[in-house]
């Protein structure tokens, strides 16, 4: 059995109701449920909300809801790991059925069901516990710089200072999509940016953080602009 996992709680406080806001056209979770559906891996579809509304949009566009998340992990500090071992056992009656569980966040609107297809097949092929989507920093890393409390500049490696960025090791960070787990890495709580992981690299142009009303407007141009809603 392959279980998909949308965690999608009520209380989202920069974006008040933001997982099934109007994006596009239609609700943020929406976008997520499709590309479960459309990736075509998945048994089970499960969102984990503490909040019935998300869950009467999320059954309306093909997810399921079989238990609502309970108030200990639906609060502003509750990390992702525990939802989804929560939700993993929540769901099924035997976990030793389980091959692969993937969380996808319920506001990635940019998420590809052949990316997650891609990440499966990663996933088996490295022998990873985990394999989840990332991207490249469009600067190098080894040249940020920061403000002291005088305003002044410094880096955080001016040892750096002179070399080329062409010269320097390119880094990546989370695109926040989407995350493939062994359910035994999820139910241990492994952290997933170690080497047991690895990782499927987008284009940068499909990712967008959305914590803010800034990012939210970016983010509906860029899918505009993509032709992907």
Not at 102 to 126: D, G, M, S
């Amino acid at each position: 059995m392959r279980l998909c996992i949308i965690p999608a709680r009520g209380g989202s406080k920069r974006i008040p109701r933001k997982n099934i806001k109007e994006f596009c056209g239609k609700p943020m979770i929406a976008y997520s449920i499709e590309a479960a559906l459309k990736s075509g891996l998945f048994d089970k579809i499960v969102v984990s909300t503490d909040d019935e509304e998300i869950a009467r949009i999320a059954r309306s566009y093909g997810a399921e809801v079989p238990f609502m998340r309970p108030p200990e992990l639906s609060d502003d500090h509750t990390a992702t790991i525990p939802v989804i071992a929560h939700a993993i056992t929540a769901s099924v009656e035997d976990v030793s059925e389980v091959e692969a569980v993937c969380c996808i966040y319920a506001t990635a609107p940019f998420v590809q069901a052949h990316y997650i297809q891609e990440a499966y097949a990663k996933l088996l092929t490295c022998k990873a516990e985990y394999c989840f989507s990332a991207t490249s920093f469009p600067f190098p890393i080894q040249r940020a710089i920061k403000l002291t409390k005088d305003d002044r500049v410094e880096m955080f490696s001016p040892e750096n200072f002179a070399v080329r960025s062409q010269d320097l090791e390119e880094a990546y960070h989370d695109a926040g999509q989407f995350y493939w787990g062994l359910p035994q890495a999820w139910l241990e709580g492994k952290i997933i940016f170690a080497p047991h992981s690895t990782a499927v690299l987008l284009p940068r142009h499909l990712v967008q953080d959305i914590d803010t009303m800034e990012d939210w407007m970016r983010a509906e141009f860029m899918l505009k602009a993509l032709a992907l809603s």
